[in-house]
């Protein structure tokens, strides 16, 4: 089985700055990894997808995230917060051969101050 | 494209009363459902795969006969929580992944969720 690791549970930026929140994976196996959003009381809208080819993927919201296959990672990042971006992040990976399992991150709560 | 309802949003119920969620697929056919839920400041928990007109597949540590899984039709699957305690409070998330060969089958869609509270 997967686990996936959000290494910071919270992470307070200023508006306007950049901002990276982190993901790592335990498999070697191939994956999909999968950023999502959270507002509070809803469900999880997308922000990206790596399925394969460039390990620089870029989503909605003007995020983006580098797959790097070496580190088991996928962070994700903003080159310029808005307040609007104010969320929990949650990182996701599926297994290739069984992508009926999605193990998720245990999320980053972004907070964008003003 | 790929919309995922919940019904109903939010719920309060009894103790011991049974409460059922539905879950639809509004724009596609979705070959497997999952429900998952999610405490506060948790992340989501997987608790049972369902494939359409078969048993649903139930994660370890849930309980079947307390957190019934129907999946009828490709755009149709429910939970019902039965005999519904506190305890039983949470968000609950359903999502669905769509059948046939799009590119999109690997990726799973999110419903708005459900709050249930128990009193």
């Known amino acids: 089985a997967q686990s996936v690791t959000q290494l910071d549970s919270q992470v307070p930026v200023f508006e306007e700055a950049p901002v990276e929140l982190r993901c790592n994976y335990s498999?070697?196996?191939?994956?999909?990894l999968f950023w999502y959003v959270q507002y509070p009381n809803q469900g999880l809208q997308l922000l990206l997808k790596?399925?394969?080819?460039?390990?620089l993927v870029k989503g909605i919201n003007g995020f983006e995230a580098e797959f790097n296959k070496s580190q088991t990672s996928f962070h994700l990042r903003k080159p310029s917060v808005h307040i609007s971006d104010t969320a929990e992040y949650f990182c996701a990976v599926s297994d290739r051969n069984n992508f009926n399992k999605f193990y998720f991150g245990s999320g980053t709560k972004l907070n964008v101050k003003p | 494209g790929a919309v995922v309802s919940q019904h109903p949003s939010r719920v309060i119920c009894k103790s011991g009363t049974s409460v059922k969620i539905e879950c639809r697929s509004l724009?596609?056919?979705?070959?497997?459902m999952f429900w998952y839920r999610q405490f506060p400041k948790k992340s989501l928990m997987l608790m049972a795969t369902?494939?359409?007109?078969?048993?649903?597949?139930?994660e370890q540590g849930v309980e079947k006969d307390k957190f019934l899984i129907n999946h009828a039709s490709l755009t149709l699957s429910t939970l019902t929580v039965t005999s519904a305690h506190p305890e039983d409070s949470s968000f609950y998330i359903c999502?669905?992944?769509?059948?046939?060969?799009?590119?999109?089958?690997?990726?799973?869609?999110f419903g708005p969720g459900t709050r249930l509270t128990v009193l």
């Open positions: 369902s494939n359409e007109g078969s048993k649903a597949t139930y």
């Open positions: 724009d596609f056919q979705a070959t497997t």
């Open positions: 498999s070697s196996v191939s994956v999909y």
């Open positions: 790596y399925l394969s080819g460039s390990t």
């Open positions: 999502s669905a992944r769509e059948a046939g060969t799009s590119g999109r089958t690997n990726e799973q869609f």
